[in-house]
T-cell receptor, first 116, second 111 residues
Framework: DTGVSQDPRHKITKRGQNVTFRCDPI?????LYWYRQTLGQGPEFLTY????????KSRLLSDRFSAERPKGSFSTLEIQRTEQGDSAMYLC??????????????FGPGTRLTVL | GEDVEQSLFLSVREGDSSVINCTYT??????LYWYKQEPGAGLQLLTY?????DMKQDQRLTVLLNKKDKHLSLRIADTQTGDSAIYFC???????????FGTGTRLKVLA
């Protein structure tokens, strides 16, 4: 399977705990994105990497959230001191930089987080 | 501002055409995308249209773009039960690489 993979698929945690999610993009893709999707809503952009550089962060990404892509391949998203409002589906996507602005993003299956 | 709107629900009979509408506000959008999301599955790109096009057809799918009114539509011909899903429109702008997604339209196809 050469698609975007995410791990774990489901995570249940208690309020106040830290959680970390992993995303493995399509191997030749140099751009990687994190989105959050709450029930009944469309995905909302969180952050974006080009290679290992984090180039944009949404205001939704509070200081409890941190994302890394240390070697320009896989990425991790960590949420510290989780709150019930963090319960959502966390989606990862990747794309290949092209000269034109067309930028098809390929999405992973997501990690569903439930904070009790 | 960034705001993409869609109607929440659409119900059609199998074999009929479905039309899903989307309005966006960012006039600098260069590409507009339609994604499909099925339960338990990731977002799947269905089709896209470049902002200088009015229409794009791809098998059963037809995308219409009215740039003046910032209105985008997706028409699915001969809708099948397997088309039941949530459909999202998304806009992408040149220079920023994130997508702005709509709220999604849940399509239900009745047999």
């Amino acid at each position: 399977d050469t698609g975007v993979s995410q791990d774990p698929r489901h995570k249940i945690t208690k309020r106040g705990q830290n959680v970390t999610f992993r995303c493995d993009p399509i191997s030749e893709h140099n751009r990687l994105y994190w989105y959050r999707q709450t029930l009944g809503q469309g995905p909302e952009f969180l952050t974006y990497f080009q290679n290992e550089a984090q180039l944009e962060k949404s205001r939704l990404l509070s200081d409890r959230f941190s994302a890394e892509r240390p070697k320009g391949s896989f990425s991790t998203l960590e949420i510290q001191r989780t709150e019930q409002g963090d319960s959502a589906m966390y989606l990862c996507a990747s794309s290949l930089r092209r000269a034109a602005s067309y930028n098809e993003q390929f999405f992973g299956p997501g990690t569903r987080l439930t904070v009790l | 501002g960034e705001d993409v709107e869609q109607s929440l629900f659409l119900s059609v009979r199998e074999g009929d055409s479905s039309v899903i509408n989307c309005t966006y506000t960012d006039s600098s959008s260069t590409y507009l995308y339609w994604y499909k999301q099925e339960p338990g599955a990731g977002l799947q790109l269905l089709t896209y249209i470049f902002s200088n096009m009015d229409m794009k057809q791809d098998q059963r799918l037809t995308v219409l773009l009215n740039k003046k009114d910032k209105h985008l539509s997706l028409r699915i011909a001969d809708t099948q039960t397997g088309d039941s899903a949530i459909y999202f429109c998304a806009e992408g702008t040149s220079g920023t690489y994130k997508y702005i997604f709509g709220t999604g339209t849940r399509l239900k196809v009745l047999a």
